[in-house]
């Protein structure tokens, strides 16, 4: 089958380990509880919980709001659009929210619906409107932004450094399926030519060494971007196009990358070159994924094939997965997990971390002080952050269960997931737990748990981003 499209909406399965007890009736039950007559959410309760980047309490409220005005009810709906990564209703509800005469709407929040309009504009490779975008905020907003305005102006920046870029497109000719190599890389070819490079969904732009781009032939733009590393340091990059990239059965054109230094993609500490990373535009080009705990990455040329996996939501630099926290149990049965929270997930790495905010909701669980140290690594170097060791954590997803290996820690959610090693659980059923251990091996339990992998708690927010 043949798909050509240039949308960027991405679906991510999580196929998962065996899954332990669970309850069929659970969900039916749980959505029951969920429906039971509430009163009325305000314009002011749902910008709390988009100010919290609360985004699945938010999407559960909004058809229960009472007494919004219609610039407000467009606002809401079009930021909910964008966070759903339904990017083709995003445009026209924002524009008409913050034109409206008379707007119930604060200054804040025109902001907000402003830069959400920007990013929505990159996201589908109109960076030209974006720039634009980016530009009308500062002018507006600048004066009273702060610190944030620097980072406006990077984007607008990066924007305007790809304005003639024609958008990004991908041909998918059929299904097919690649397997990770023991760098981390998946097979793919530019001129002809067999190369290999990391698929990163926590990664905002896609990212080369000087000496890949060479070998790849990318072709240079003018200027230079200042980009940002989990490591915590920051480095110079220009911008490049890679003109045709095929992975698999998927042809996609238009590509582009930003070329540093190799030395900037070096972590001395582990002796470890990366040579190229594609990020989130390549990963949503694909568009349904599905990565298994073999290494074997799937994609599927049928974009309308329905098949269960993990609720996804659009974060400001990476993709999110809504995981529950508390276990629901029932006698001897686990019928799922309760009290979801977002996750970023990055599949380009090798450990999970979970950030102050999960420590904030679960300070009975670690006393004292952070008694060790987190090392995030990647562009940038190594940065070292206060931790605490998590043992046998419990996280659930709504449908599937299994284990990921890797991540940074974030900024707008409760932790950062990396890559899953997963198998197919029981369809349809509410969820199963797994369990992170902390610097050592460990093996399945009766539960479902279906890897080891090493978690910490960070002591405060760190890393960095690539870009956002």
Not at 122 to 147: L, N, P, R, V
């Amino acid at each position: 089958m043949l798909r050509l499209t240039s949308a960027v909406v991405v679906s991510i399965l999580l196929v998962t380990g065996a899954a332990g007890s669970v309850e069929d009736g659970y969900a039916d039950r749980l959505n029951a509880d969920r429906s039971e007559a509430r009163p009325g959410v305000t314009a002011s309760q749902l910008q709390e919980l988009l100010t919290a980047n609360n985004y699945i309490d938010f999407a559960r409220e909004l058809p229960r709001a009472v007494g919004l005005t219609a610039d407000q009810t467009k606002y809401f709906r079009g930021t909910l659009a964008y966070r759903e990564g339904r990017f083709g209703e995003v445009v026209d509800p924002l524009v008409d929210a913050v034109r409206a005469r008379d707007s119930a709407l604060t200054a804040t929040q025109k902001e907000n619906a402003f830069e959400i309009l920007a990013q929505t504009e990159a996201k589908t490779f109109q960076y030209g409107s974006s720039a634009k975008m980016y530009g009308d905020i500062e002018a507006i907003y600048g004066a009273q932004m702060g610190d944030g305005l620097r980072e406006i102006q990077e984007k607008q920046h990066v924007a305007a450094l790809l304005e003639r870029v024609p958008a990004e497109t991908v041909r998918i000719f059929g299904d097919f399926a690649v397997r990770r190599d023991t760098e981390g890389g998946y097979p793919m070819r530019v001129g002809g030519k067999d190369f290999s490079a990391q698929l990163d969904t926590g990664a905002s732009i896609s990212l080369v060494s000087e000496s890949t781009a060479k070998r790849w032939r990318v072709k240079l733009l003018a200027g230079e971007a200042t980009l940002h590393g989990y490591g915590g340091g920051s480095f110079a990059a220009r911008p490049g196009v890679v003109e045709e990239l095929q992975i698999g059965k998927a042809e996609l054109h238009h590509v582009v990358v930003f070329v540093t230094a190799d030395a900037n993609l070096y972590i001395a500490e582990i002796k470890r070159q990366t040579r190229a990373v594609l990020g989130y535009p390549v990963a949503a080009a694909l568009g349904q994924l599905t990565f298994a705990r073999d290494g074997t990455l799937s994609v599927s040329a049928d974009a309308a094939e329905s098949r269960k996996g993990a609720p996804m939501w659009v974060g400001d630099g990476s993709l999110l997965v809504a995981l529950g926290t508390e276990p629901v149990i029932e006698g001897d049965k686990l019928l799922g997990g309760t009290k979801e929270r977002l996750f970023e997930l990055d599949t380009g790495s090798g450990n999970s971390y979970l950030t102050d905010r999960y420590l904030n909701e679960n300070r009975g669980l670690f006393k004292g002080d952070p008694p060790a140290l987190a090392r995030l690594a990647g562009a940038g170097g190594i940065h070292e952050i206060p931790a605490y060791q998590a043992r046998k954590l419990p996280l659930f997803f709504w449908c599937y269960a299994g284990t990921v290996l890797r991540a940074g820690c974030a900024d707008a959610a409760a932790g950062r997931r990396g890559r899953e090693l997963l198998r197919r659980g029981r369809a349809g059923c509410a969820a199963a737990v797994f369990e992170l251990y902390a610097g050592f091996p460990g093996d399945a339990d009766e539960r479902g748990a279906v890897e080891s992998a090493s978690s910490s708690v960070c002591g405060r927010r760190g890393g960095g981003r690539l870009h956002r």
